[in-house]
């Protein structure tokens, strides 16, 4: 008897053990939550960018026409200068040597040719009494001829030998600010230096070009009313700058051109945007991003939280009506929000996705949803 009594309370224990693991099991299977969101379309406006560069309203190198060593320098970099204002002065002593010899020269061509002339006259009174006869007026009159030539080429040289003293004195063709200075006083430089002594760009005004692909360019244009290009310019918004430093410009542009002719080698049509530059904030040849404002009526947005990046593509996980979650590819418009993104494809009005907690989903998996608290 002794030994039935102790028998089941071991076949009771050993019951209860072998319970445990299972109750366990079920509670592993028990589907995790993850927060979900319903997409439905909103009216947003949002802002498309582009990489811009810049470039005052006219840019122009300043080179020297004539070699020689540099011998003043009247500016500073960033210096605004008026048309007409002296910027660098180039050793002239030679020039200036070379423009003595060519005045001598037709001071010489001048009296050869008035002595010329005399004694043509001479010999066409001693032609008319009949002393000479006429050939010795036509040599006079051919001498005379090629004084006065050589007199023509001897003031040619000297107005070129003037043009180039001149250009010794190198002065701004235009308003504007004063470039970068690579050449300092004694530097030698000449006519085919291969870097330019300055530039002058007037900024009043900045234009900022940006391209677009041949792809998006119909897209782009349709948006806006209008039968021709010019016609839609006028309903384009006005468009806004970031720039290098992450700061925005103050001042809102407006898109003016479209180039006619398609870049050969990329295949992009660029546009010129014109920004007023009063205070001279932006400088030519700096880069910055244009920032164009699009109105969607029925935009099918997600949180950038919602997605992640594979292979260069973005991902989301679908829910569907079994709550399994499905690894879904979308398409995403370049035009972004601070936390959204806009979908153009993989995703529609009334799916359901996960916004939060990806990292730890695989495809095919079932889960709990939860409305998100993110929307």
């Not at 076949?11 to 099991?25: D, E, G, V, W």
């Not at 979308?330 to 936390?339: G, N, R, W």
Request: glycine share 6%; hydrophobic share 35%.
């Amino acid at each position: 008897m002794k030994t039935t009594v102790l028998f089941y309370p071991l076949l009771l224990t050993a019951f209860l053990t072998s319970c445990k693991p299972a109750q366990n099991q079920g509670q592993q299977t028990e589907p995790q939550e993850f927060p979900t969101l319903v997409l439905n379309p909103q009216q947003t406006t949002l802002s498309v960018e582009y990489p811009a560069t810049l470039q005052g309203e006219q840019t122009v190198e300043i080179r020297s026409k004539v070699d020689g060593y540099v011998e003043q320098v009247y500016v500073n970099e960033g210096t605004h200068v008026r048309k007409g204002q002296p910027l660098f002065k180039i050793d002239a002593n030679s020039y200036q040597q070379d423009v003595n010899s060519r005045q001598a020269a037709v001071l010489a061509a001048e009296a050869n040719l008035e002595t010329a002339t005399i004694q043509t006259q001479r010999t066409k009174v001693l032609v008319d009494r009949k002393i000479v006869n006429s050939f010795e007026l036509t040599s006079a009159k051919n001498v005379e001829r090629v004084k006065r030539a050589e007199l023509n080429q001897a003031k040619a040289d000297l107005s070129a030998a003037k043009s180039k003293l001149a250009y010794t004195n190198i002065v701004s063709p235009i308003d504007g600010v004063v470039g970068s200075l690579p050449y300092k006083i004694g530097s030698l430089v000449s006519s085919n230096s291969e870097t330019a002594l300055s530039t002058v760009a007037n900024t009043k005004q900045i234009y900022a070009y940006f391209s677009l692909s041949q792809q998006q360019l119909a897209t782009f244009l349709n948006k806006y009313d209008g039968q021709q290009v010019k016609d839609k310019f006028k309903h384009m918004p006005e468009v806004s700058l970031t720039l290098a430093d992450g700061s925005t410009y103050p001042v809102k542009g407006k898109i003016e051109t479209l180039s006619g002719v398609l870049n050969a080698n990329t295949g992009a049509a660029n546009f010129k945007a014109v920004f007023p530059n009063k205070e001279s904030k932006l400088w030519s040849g700096a880069s910055a991003v244009l920032s164009i404002p699009t109105a969607l009526n029925d935009a099918v947005m997600i949180p950038k939280s919602a997605t992640f990046e594979l292979q260069g593509k973005h991902f989301v996980f679908k829910v569907d009506g079994r709550n399994t979650v499905h690894n879904t590819a979308v398409e995403l418009m370049d035009a972004v929000t601070e936390k959204d993104y806009v979908v153009t494809n993989g995703v529609k009005s009334g799916d359901r996705i996960v916004t939060e907690g990806l990292e730890n989903l695989k495809d095919g998996m079932k889960i709990k949803a939860v409305q998100s608290s993110s929307k």
